[in-house]
């Protein structure tokens, strides 16, 4: 079954300091993996995907296969990124996603 | 473009109550979702549609239904409201998965309380 796993609720850390939000996920396939972002009392926005590769605001994310994990990191921490974290994944076969049951990001001054 | 916007943004209801959320969006977009968010739960799915005239059932669909008659709406109803329904609905829609961009494109959210 498809499942994603992020085990963390809440994940404090002091600006500057660097932050890894985990993800897990199974799926029975190759999967397509997403981290979502909401700030305060907004919307979801996508904030990477795996297959761009890409680093946004300074986070990336490494599909590790072996490990089925997804995980989020960003080397310096900075406040305006408190917000909640999603991780998803997609499932082609059941044109649906799945999403992970959030982290809450707390950057400290 | 508006993108996804979500009527009503607030809404308060009583036990027993019905009530229609609107979804719709502006980006000819194929597929449309209704999610629920709870604290510690994250997002679940609701129900789901990939195309106009088609609807699915997502994890948690009971004491909901929803309808897809034209492409840019998507309604989710509440026949008899609980306060276990109490939450935040969020609608998001994507382009055809496989097109290239398999972003969910999200709605503002409406926050639900049933008393």
């Known amino acids: 079954a498809q499942r994603v796993t992020q085990p963390e609720k809440l994940l404090s850390v002091f600006k500057g300091a660097p932050v890894e939000l985990k993800c897990n996920y199974s799926?029975?396939?190759?999967?397509?993996l997403f981290w979502y972002v909401q700030y305060s009392r907004q919307r979801l926005q996508l904030l990477l995907r795996h297959i761009s590769r890409e680093s946004i605001k300074g986070f990336t994310a490494d599909l590790n296969k072996g490990e089925t994990s997804f995980h989020l990191k960003k080397p310096f921490a900075q406040e305006e990124d408190s917000a909640m974290y999603y991780c998803?994944?997609?499932?082609?076969?059941?044109?649906?996603?799945?999403f992970g049951s959030g982290t809450k990001l707390n950057v400290k001054p | 473009n508006a993108g996804v916007t979500q009527t009503p943004k607030f809404r308060v209801l009583k036990t027993g109550q019905s009530m229609t959320l609107l979804c719709a969006q502006d980006?000819?977009?194929?597929?449309m979702y209704w999610y629920r968010q709870d604290p510690g739960m994250g997002l679940r799915l609701i129900h789901y549609s990939v195309g106009e005239g088609t609807t699915a059932k997502g994890e948690v669909p009971d004491g909901y239904n929803v309808s897809r008659l034209k492409k840019q709406n998507f309604l989710l109803g509440l026949e008899s409201a609980a306060p276990s329904q109490t939450s935040v609905y969020f609608c998001a829609s994507t382009p055809p998965l496989g097109t290239g961009n398999n972003e969910q494109y999200f709605g503002p959210g409406t926050r639900l309380t049933v008393t």
């Open positions: 799926y029975s396939g190759s999967p397509e």
């Open positions: 980006m000819n977009h194929e597929y």
């Open positions: 998803a994944l997609l499932s082609y076969n059941f044109n649906k996603f799945y």
